[in-house]
C-alpha cells in the first residue's frame, strides 16, 4: 500500500520533487537493507532449525549481549527499545495505514462504508493469524504477482497514452525538487525541505530500508550464505521505490491529478464574513448544492470535499494556502444530506486567480490510494475503480498478514509466545479501528510516520553500530564470488569452451 496510497500522499503532499527524493533514497536504501539482511542473517537466532528468529533484537543480543552479565543486560534493552518501536509501526504502519487506504478506495468507489471494510479486513487477516487458514495466505501469494502485473502494464498504458507530457514532467520533478513549488490547483505548494521531507518519508515508508522489518522476513530463509540474501534484500528497494513507486507517481503527474482543478462552484452564495474578529465560511450545507459528479457517480456519506483559502504567514505579504474540508454526512436513512464544514482560523482570505479574483470553486478530496485511483479514471474511467481497488485489498490483505509476523517476533522476543495472542486479538481490533481514524492527506502521513520514525531511531542505531560485521560479509562474500566459488559442479571452464 505504500506504493499505491503512500506515494499518493508524497505528490499530494510535497508534488512532483517528492519523487526524485524518492528516487535518491531509493538508491541509498539499496546498500542500507542490504547491510541490515545480512547482519539478521549473521546473528539469527536457531535455536530451532526449523523456525529461525532474526531482526535487530536477536542482532544486538547475539553480538554485545555474547558476553554475558552487564552487557547481556544492555543488549535485551536494546532490544527491548527496538521491539517496542516494531509494535508501533506495526499496528499504524502495517496495518491501520494499510485499512483506512482500503475503506477510503471502497467507500469512494462503491459506497461501503467504512467500518464494514474494516471489519472485513480483520475477519480475513484473522481467518490467517488467529484461525491458522493458510489458504487464504496462499491464494493471496499466488494472486498479488498478477495483479502487481496488471498494475505495471496499466501503468505504462497511462503513460503512454500521455507521452507527450512526459519530456516536461520529467523537468517539473527535477526543477520542483531543488526550489520552491507553487501552489497550483488543489496542490498547497511546498518548499524545498518539506518536498525533501515527503520525499525521504514516503520512499522509507514503501521499501522499509533502515526499518528493520524486512530483515525479520528474511531471517527465515534458508540458506548458508547470509550475504547473499542479503544482496536478494538489497534489490528491494530499486524493484519498490525505483520502479513500482516511481510509475504511482509518473501516473498522478501526467494526468493532471496532483494539481487538478476545482469540479465547479455550489449552488448558492459562499462567502467569508467576519464577525467579532473571527472569520466564518457561509457555504450551502446540503449535498444537492455540490457540483453534480460525472456519469454513474454519486456522492456519499463521509466523503470529503475542500475550498482554498489563504493565510499571511508573515509581515512581507507572503501568504499559505490551505484547505477548508466539509465532509458529507447522512440524514435518518442513511442517505448523504448534510455538509459539515471545519472552523476557520483567523485571518484567513480567499485565494485569488491572475486577475485578482477570489477563487471560490470547491475540490474533491482524494487521499491516499483514492488518489490513486482518480489519477487512472482521468486517463482510463473505471480502471482506478476496479483495479486499483482489487489491487489495494490484494496488497493490504498480505501486508496485513507479513506485519502481524513481524510484530509477532517482537512479541516473542520480549515476553514468549503466551503473550502472542492477545497480541493478535489487538492487531484486529486496530485494523477496525483504522479503518477510519483518519480524515485527510495530512493525517494519512502522520499516522505512517509515527511508526516509521520510533522504528528508524531504534533499528539505525543498531545497524550504525555493528553494520561493520555485514560489510566483512558482503566483502568475503564478493571475493569468493570473484574467486569462482560458486560456480555450478557442472560448470565447464571457459577456456575449454573457446
Known sequence: MGNIGGVAVAIALGGPGALFWMWVVGFLGMALKSVEITLAMLYRNTDDPDDPHGGAMWVIHNTVGAKGGFSLVIAKTLGFVFCITLLIMTMAGGNMFQTWNVADLTLNYFGVPKIVTGILLAVLVGMVIVGGIKRIGQVAARLVPIMCVLYLLSALAVLAVNVQEIPSMFALIFRCAFAKTEAAGAFLGGTFGFVFAQGMKRALFSNEAGL?????????????????????????????????????????????????????????????????GKVDLVAPEQVSALPELPLGETWKVNTQVFFLLRLPVDQEGAWKHIRIY?????????????????????GAQWVLDREGKPVKGVFRNFAGATLTGHAFDRAFPGLGKWLVTLAAWLFAVSTMISWSYYGEQGVVYMFGKRFVLPYKLLFLLLAIVGAFLVKNNTELGALADFGTGWMLWANMFIVLTMGHLAVKSLDAYFKRLGAGAFQPRNATNRSHIE
Open 212 to 276: 528493520g522489518s524486512a530483515p525479520i522476513a528474511h531471517a527465515a530463509a534458508k540458506t548458508n550464505e547470509p550475504a547473499r540474501e542479503g544482496i536478494v534484500g538489497g534489490m528491494g528497494p530499486f524493484i519498490d521505490t525505483l520502479c513500482i513507486c516511481s510509475l504511482t507517481a509518473l501516473v498522478i503527474i501526467t494526468t493532471g491529478t496532483w494539481n487538478r482543478g476545482p469540479i465547479g462552484e455550489m449552488t448558492g452564495k459562499v462567502e467569508l464574513v467576519r464577525n467579532e
Open 326 to 346: 466539509g465532509t458529507i454526512q447522512a440524514d435518518r436513512l442513511g442517505r448523504p444530506r448534510n455538509i459539515a464544514w471545519e472552523e476557520i482560523p483567523d
